[in-house]
């Protein structure tokens, strides 16, 4: 595509419209967006009359969306592109790494060809930028790494990436801290960690260890935990605690944080400060069937939030489609979140942050000088998109269509 040109007549949401004081609604600005090397360079209103001979590419009044961004998946776990098979029951989580461990090896596919039919999943539905955690044990060392890097190194073009190196089958139970600080020496760019307390039998021991292997490779890090009530808080509040001991403040997640949701008065309060104060990003799947992190609350409180699609269709799931927006219209549902201002909000959660619209209803986003990153859509405005899942017609990284038509 060309290095500059205009994409024209496209929907952009300008303000809230309101009736009788109250958010009824959104208004929409016709533009033309002018693409400059990647970066959208101007936007002007479709009613301006274009008088440069540059090329113009149409996006027939598709309202634009900020790319979005898949905070949380496998692509070394994924059986897609592979025959069908339902999940195994797993009487706990180790027998589940057991069962898992002993599925991949001897699919008829490669991880690589199934990691790249996911990566095309999770492109044409919007994402074009992607965290996945890449298992590092023992038994297969560093391969799971090298060989989603070779897949995500042919995307380069096409979208932004992260990997954590994660210790599936725990940090401490596996001895695998020196495989980590290798990975990171390879390439990954955060430290994992799974259930301290009840996988590596040892919290204090394993939160030092995964904090130690992050500072010394100058790493963020997302720790998976799943463990609930008092042991999933006690671990989220020393994982702040060294955060901050660290000044890792601003680089640590926790993914499920599955304990957050039996948290309650005082302590609620209290520990949604210290996620806030020391900038810890709560990650969620939007689980159907398991306690989850009070979405709403944390939000009001200040507190990172994003979501991700996690396991699609592996040895722990056969659901899941990698399309990141139905995941942003279920935590919609889930919590109530029905208004034309809480719809539009919870795009944020699958972007990055970045919504049209902020607060005050003042646009602030697309702005010149922006990725051209986004999606076109389908809708009137980014909360029907939410809340309809609404068809993508094309995806733009750094200007250049990569997944759709136009």
């Known amino acids: 595509m060309e290095a500059k040109y205009w994409l024209t007549d496209v929907s952009l949401e300008h303000s809230f419209r309101y009736e009788a004081g109250v958010i009824a609604g959104t208004m929409i600005e016709p533009s033309h967006l002018l693409i400059e090397q990647g970066r959208i360079s101007r936007i002007v209103p479709a009613s301006m009359r274009l008088d440069d001979d540059l090329p113009r590419r149409s996006a027939r009044g598709l309202l634009a969306l900020p790319a979005f961004v898949e905070k949380h998946c496998h692509l070394d776990k994924t059986i897609l592109g592979d025959k069908w ?4 029951p797993a009487a706990n989580i180790l027998e589940r790494f057991e069962i898992e461990k002993n599925v991949l090896p001897h699919l008829s596919t490669t991880l690589k060809d199934r990691a790249r039919i996911l990566v095309e999943r999770l492109l044409n539905a919007g994402s074009t930028h992607i965290r996945t955690h ?3 044990y023992p038994e297969v060392g560093l391969r799971h790494l090298e060989e989603v890097e070779e897949v995500l190194a042919q995307y380069d073009d096409r979208l932004t990436y992260e990997i954590v190196a994660f210790p599936q089958h725990g940090l401490l139970r596996t001895d695998c801290g020196e495989l980590l600080r290798e990975a990171l020496r390879r390439g990954a760019g955060l430290v994992g960690g799974v259930d301290p307390a009840t996988v590596d039998g040892d919290m204090e021991t394993s939160l030092q260890t995964m904090m130690d292997i ?3 490779g100058d790493a963020d890090i997302d720790l998976h935990l799943h463990d609930g009530g008092a042991v ?4 989220i509040k020393r994982l702040c605690e060294l955060a901050g001991e660290a000044g890792w403040q601003g680089r640590v997640a926790v993914s ?3 304990a957050l949701g039996d948290a309650a008065g005082q302590e609620a309060d209290d520990i949604a400060q210290m996620l806030s104060e020391y900038g810890v990003t709560i990650v969620t799947s939007v689980p159907l069937a398991r306690t989850m992190p009070p979405v709403n609350f944390l939000h009001e409180k200040g507190v990172s939030l994003a979501v991700g699609c ?4 592996d040895s722990w799931s056969p659901f899941g489609t990698g399309d990141i927006l139905e995941r942003a219209g279920r935590l919609a549902e889930r919590f109530g979140r029905v208004t034309e201002q809480k719809l539009a909000e919870t795009l944020g959660f699958i972007t990055g942050g970045r919504t049209p619209l902020d607060k005050e209803g003042k646009r602030v986003w697309p702005a010149a000088g922006d990725e ?3 999606v076109l859509v389908d809708a009137s405005c980014s909360a029907e998109a939410v809340a309809r899942r609404a068809v993508r017609k094309a995806v733009l990284f750094q200007g250049r269509i990569v997944a759709g038509i136009l």
């Open 134 to 136: 890449v298992d590092i």
């Open 85 to 88: 098979r339902a999940v195994r």
């Open 232 to 235: 999933g808080l006690q671990t």
């Open 372 to 374: 051209a990153n986004l």
């Open 256 to 258: 499920h944080a599955f």
């Open 310 to 313: 996690d396991n699609i269709y």
């Open 214 to 216: 992050a500072v010394q």
